[in-house]
């Protein structure tokens, strides 16, 4: 009687090739994203210089905004990762806020060119709900519950968060900065932490704790640098 037994089925290995060719289109579009918007850089500009061709691009991604949305949360991430590494003994949503800012900075300082990405490919979701937001809204929201943050609601505390967040990035990014970084992320950390409510005094020591912690330790705040 014939055996018909079947061998069990091997377990699918990875496509390389496929792997490296998305990797040459998330390369090619880091690279151009951090020197123009979206709308400016075409299709075929991210195939050429990622070097395949143009269906492999819709082999991986839908269009070009799905694959602009992808490279800008992947570099978010990145920055999260750090966020999330430093401030795990941290119970303090006013320091845990200082941080987040001072790591953004510190981001912008070492990785220019991702920096641009994310700032070129921030999404604009201003809502707390957001999916991009709900770190930040959950250390907010804990701010606010605990009398941490006074005299402002969470929507608007994302608003302030977000739009300082933003802006020291845009200007750490400046090419010619008077203002050491580390400066700049003090001052911005500290008028945050005001924005929300917190007492000066207390609002000028916990910028400046950030500060030495994330400029004084860059390596360890990204250790993959």
Known sequence: MPNESR?????????????RTREALLRAGRALFAQRDVDAVSIDEIVNLADVAKGSF????????????????????RVEQAI?????????????SALA???FARF????????????KLNDGSTMAQAPINRNMAEVLERG??????????LECAVLVVMGLT???????LEERLATPPAEIARSMAQSMLRALGVPPAQAR???ATAVARIFANGAAVFPDA
């Open 7 to 19: 061998p069990a089925p091997s377990r699918r290995r990875p496509d390389r090739r496929r792997d």
């Open 144 to 153: 606010l519950s605990a009398g941490r943050f006074r005299d402002i609601d």
């Open 101 to 103: 800012l001072c790591v």
């Open 108 to 119: 912008a300082t070492r990785f220019r060119d991702a920096a641009r990405v994310l700032y």
């Open 205 to 207: 020591s916990l910028a």
């Open 84 to 96: 999330i590494a430093v401030t795990a003994d941290v119970d303090d949503a006013a320091l845990h």
């Open 58 to 77: 819709y082999n991986h991604f839908r269009d070009k905004e799905a694959f602009a949305r992808e490279i800008g949360a992947e570099v978010r991430n």
């Open 166 to 172: 933003v802006i020291t990035v845009r200007h750490v």
